[in-house]
């Protein structure tokens, strides 16, 4: 079972400094509103990811005023304890170490600490765009396959320059299709291997999926998922051929793995325009419980859970089922944030599952 056992911050977000130790596998984090909650489980995702889960700009995770921030997080699996330290200077380049190791690369890192974060805002996941769709995907792949983060940062920079290269061919008169030629080479190498990985994590996560929801939902048989991209039953350099001239006349590229996604139907309808709030929430949960799950089994480890205020944004009926899947059947961690911590310990003691309450103030 992997543990996250303590965390200190210097400098993050609003706390200027802190060390909270977890020792239960199930913690509560408990405070009122803009006390830092969120922040704190943050960090702890900051841990696995070197990113924060709700803010992409990195200097806005630095306290206001402060010079840089400072993570420390403990972790222990089995017998094994490591030691994770990331340093992030306002101005230079984020360091990461293990076991005071410093990492070459941030990317090494994603896939050693796995976890699953659920967050209020992601129900946008089914009510908002493809991105979001196709991050889910990229997110549970990285943790799985370290090369996948290799080829999809490749992509997006190879992606840049051909679009740019699109922008200027325009406004210079198309001469020369030499240096796009060369480009489309590149893109499709990088396009085709990760296309080949979504295809293969979906096609296993796809049945999972729908058994959580049915599981939930109970009877609703009608949903449907498929994973949309130009680049079935085709390859990526075929399908830059088949569509250059548009990208010629719209000056960026149209087609490949950037436009994927994943799409839900019910009954043939799009899902978000016909499926109910609870419905949607059901589909939410029956995801994470299914990136949960994968991630179980394809590493062998229980990844750390973090749920951000689910009991008040999004669901207590739904939650009960998910805990119940999670801290009895896997055992694994779970760190939830709530205001209200009577109605944690609530929950908690009708699943006869202990907690521990860290009150922030
Ligand atoms: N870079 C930063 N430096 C200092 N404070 C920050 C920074 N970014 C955000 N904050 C502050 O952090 C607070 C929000 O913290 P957080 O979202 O963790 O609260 P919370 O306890 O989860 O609240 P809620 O119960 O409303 O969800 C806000 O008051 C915000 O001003
Ligand atoms: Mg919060």
């Given at each position: 079972?992997?543990?996250?056992?303590?965390?200190?911050?210097?400098?993050?977000k609003?706390?200027?400094?802190?060390?909270?130790?977890?020792?239960?596998?199930?913690v509560?984090?408990?405070?009122?509103?803009?006390?830092?909650?969120?922040?704190?489980?943050?960090s702890?995702?900051y841990?696995?990811?070197?990113?924060?889960?709700?803010?992409?700009?990195?200097?806005?995770?630095i306290?206001?005023?402060?010079?840089?921030?400072?993570l420390?997080g403990?972790?222990?699996?089995?017998?094994?304890?490591?030691?994770?330290?990331?340093?992030n200077?306002?101005?230079?380049?984020?360091e990461?170490?293990?076991?005071?190791?410093?990492?070459?690369?941030?990317?090494?890192?994603?896939?050693?600490?796995?976890?699953?974060?659920?967050?209020?805002?992601?129900i946008?996941?089914?009510n908002?765009?493809?991105?979001?769709?196709?991050?889910?995907?990229d997110v549970?792949?990285?943790?799985?396959?370290?090369?996948?983060?290799?080829?999809?940062n490749?992509?997006?920079?190879?992606?840049?320059?051909?679009?740019?290269?699109?922008?200027?061919?325009?406004?210079?008169?198309?001469?020369?299709?030499?240096?796009?030629d060369?480009?489309?080479?590149?893109?499709?190498?990088?396009?085709?291997r990760?296309?080949?990985?979504?295809l293969?994590?979906?096609?296993?996560?796809?049945?999972?999926?729908?058994?959580?929801?049915?599981g939930?939902?109970?009877?609703?048989?009608?949903?449907?998922i498929?994973?949309?991209?130009?680049?079935?039953?085709?390859?990526?350099?075929?399908?830059l051929?088949?569509?250059?001239?548009?990208?010629l006349?719209?000056q960026?590229t149209?087609?490949?793995?950037?436009?994927?996604?994943l799409?839900?139907?019910?009954n043939?309808q799009?899902f978000?325009n016909?499926?109910?709030?609870?419905?949607?929430?059901?589909?939410?949960f029956?995801?994470?419980?299914?990136?949960?799950e994968?991630?179980?089994?394809k590493?062998?480890?229980?990844?750390?859970?973090?749920l951000?205020?689910?009991f008040?944004?999004?669901?207590?009926?739904?939650?009960t089922?998910?805990?119940?899947v999670?801290c009895?059947?896997h055992?694994?961690?779970?760190?939830?944030?709530?205001?209200?911590?009577?109605?944690?310990?609530?929950?908690?003691?009708?699943?006869?599952?202990?907690?521990?309450?860290?009150?922030?103030?």
């Open positions: 079972m992997l543990m996250i056992k303590k965390i200190i911050l210097t400098g993050f609003n706390h200027p400094s802190g060390s909270y130790s977890f020792e239960q596998p199930v509560g984090i408990c405070g009122k509103n803009g006390i830092g909650k969120t922040n704190l489980l943050d702890v995702y841990c696995c990811f070197t990113k924060s889960y709700f803010q992409s700009i990195d200097a806005q995770n306290g206001f005023g402060e010079p840089g921030f400072r420390e403990h972790f222990e699996r089995g017998d094994t304890r490591e030691k994770l330290v990331c340093i200077r306002a101005g230079s380049k984020k990461l170490y293990l076991n005071d190791i410093p990492y070459e690369k941030l990317s090494q890192h994603i896939g050693r600490f796995c976890c699953v974060m659920i967050a209020p805002d992601d946008d996941l089914i908002g765009t493809g991105e979001l769709r196709r991050k889910f995907l549970l792949i990285c943790q799985l396959d370290a090369s996948y983060l290799l080829d999809l490749a992509y997006n920079k190879i992606l840049q320059q051909r679009n740019s290269l699109l922008r200027n061919e325009h406004k210079n008169g198309v001469g020369d299709e030499t240096l796009l060369i480009l489309d080479g590149q893109l499709a190498r990088y396009g085709d990760v296309f080949q990985k979504r293969e994590i979906f096609n296993e996560i796809h049945p999972k999926i729908l058994s959580h929801y049915m939930i939902a109970a009877h609703e048989n009608q949903i449907r498929r994973y949309e991209s130009k680049l079935h039953g085709t390859d990526m350099l075929q399908c051929k088949s569509n250059r001239q548009k990208d006349i719209l960026r149209n087609s490949g793995i950037h436009r994927d996604d799409i839900f139907e019910w043939t799009p978000k016909i499926a109910s709030q609870g419905q949607k929430k059901s589909l939410l029956s995801l994470k419980l299914a990136e949960y994968m991630l179980l089994e590493t062998g480890q229980t990844p750390i859970l973090l951000d205020d689910v008040e944004k999004l669901d207590s009926e739904r939650m089922n998910l805990l119940e999670v009895k059947k055992k694994g961690q779970v760190i939830i944030t709530d205001t209200h911590p009577e109605r944690l310990t609530g929950v908690m003691e009708s699943l006869n599952i202990g907690i521990q309450l860290i009150k922030l103030q």
